[in-house]
């Protein structure tokens, strides 16, 4: 059994607790909140006995060896870096870092902790069906373009426009769409299709600076992945990869429920799994590599998922370079 820390209180975190101990690797022993009511609020629940509100303590405590981050996305850095100096895996919500200068600096000290396993949620490039689609793009004779959607309103898109100024529309938590939703998106091209040459991205940004949804265009040197992003509306487009005369289409490119490759008669194959619950996989894969890190396959995996986990992060940012948005995090050391 993984005894597992959680840092944040929010949804995903219940999501994530749930899901985990589901599969009886996991159990929730440590909560670390900003107040100890919160803490022991979402903890006791599920059999949790101990609570902190400072973090150096939280990371200090030998009563877990695995830590679930899932805090606003410019405090994974700081985290993450604690959780590395006291031995702690990993497990870190996407986006794991706000920019390429924060991911080298963690490169480094996992270099110096090869003990640690070290993960980014991103949750849909462990579903079987994320893996499926690879395989299909391997028996076309061709990739001619890739649309991927994924709008989604915010119900924190109601304080905004209220005139509150929640976490996941600023700029000072890392936030936006880009970031928030687009992430999922930039896995997926990343994942199938390898780094983009060339990347540009058109927002649609809000009053103060943060882009509500956009337009990103990565650019391969024989295709386009155009990806429409956005936490202001509600978009119900598939997500379709085109072939010569074939396509695959996806329900949904970040939860990849319905898949399916149509063939150039028109024919629907379904393809991939239909998952309930798109946090399943990455928790298993999570908890296999924990239990045995250094067996070679489990190697070669955390090494693949790092090497993409970099390679998506430089996008992000160069997406958002190539848009002016600037967070407060490019601004530290
Ligand atoms: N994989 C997925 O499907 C999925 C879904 C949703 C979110 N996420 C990711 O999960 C992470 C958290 O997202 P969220 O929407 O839950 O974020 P959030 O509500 O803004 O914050 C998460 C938690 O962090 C703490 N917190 C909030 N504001 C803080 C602040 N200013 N300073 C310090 N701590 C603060 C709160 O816990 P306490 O009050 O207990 O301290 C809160 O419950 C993000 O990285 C997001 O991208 C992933």
Not at 218 to 236: A, D
Request: hydrophobic share 40%.
């Amino acid at each position: 059994m993984i005894n597992l820390g959680i840092i944040g209180t929010g949804m995903i975190s219940r999501n994530f607790v749930t899901t985990a101990e589901k599969t009886n690797e996991f159990k929730l022993t440590a909560v670390y909140s900003r107040t100890e009511e919160r803490a022991k609020e979402f903890g006791e629940p599920f059999g949790a006995q101990n609570f902190f509100t400072d973090l150096n303590k939280f990371f200090e405590s030998e009563v877990f060896s695995t830590v679930y981050i899932a805090s606003p996305n410019d405090l994974h850095f700081q985290q993450v870096k604690q959780a590395i100096l006291n031995h702690k895996n990993v497990i870190v919500e996407k986006p794991a870092f706000s920019n390429p200068n924060e991911m080298k600096q963690i490169i480094t000290l996992l270099q110096a902790h090869p003990e640690v396993c070290f993960f980014e949620a991103a949750r849909t490039i462990h579903e079987p069906s994320f893996a499926a689609i690879k395989e299909k793009l391997g028996t076309m004779k061709t990739i001619q373009g890739t649309s991927l959607t994924y709008q989604k309103y915010s119900s924190r898109y109601d304080a905004f426009l209220e005139g509150k100024n929640p976490n996941i529309f600023t700029l000072k938590h890392s936030a936006g769409a880009l970031q928030d939703l687009g992430v999922y998106l930039v896995y997926d091209a990343v994942g199938w299709f390898g780094v983009p040459e060339e990347v540009h991205y058109f927002p649609v940004k809000l009053e103060n600076g943060i882009d509500g949804s956009g337009i990103a265009i990565l650019k391969y040197p024989h295709f386009q992945v155009e990806l429409n992003i956005g936490k202001t509306s509600n978009s119900y487009l598939p997500s379709e990869i085109y072939g010569l005369k074939d396509t695959i289409v996806m329900d949904n490119a970040a939860d990849l429920n319905e898949v399916k490759w149509v063939d150039d008669q028109r024919n629907a194959h379904p393809i991939g799994q239909l998952m309930e619950n798109h946090l399943i996989s990455e928790i298993k894969d999570f908890a296999k590599i924990i239990n045995d890190p250094n067996k070679d396959l489990n190697r070669q995996l955390r090494k693949q998922w790092l090497q993409l986990a970099i390679q998506v992060n430089r996008v992000l940012y160069e997406l958002r370079l190539s848009a002016g948005i600037r967070f407060d995090a490019d601004e530290l050391k």
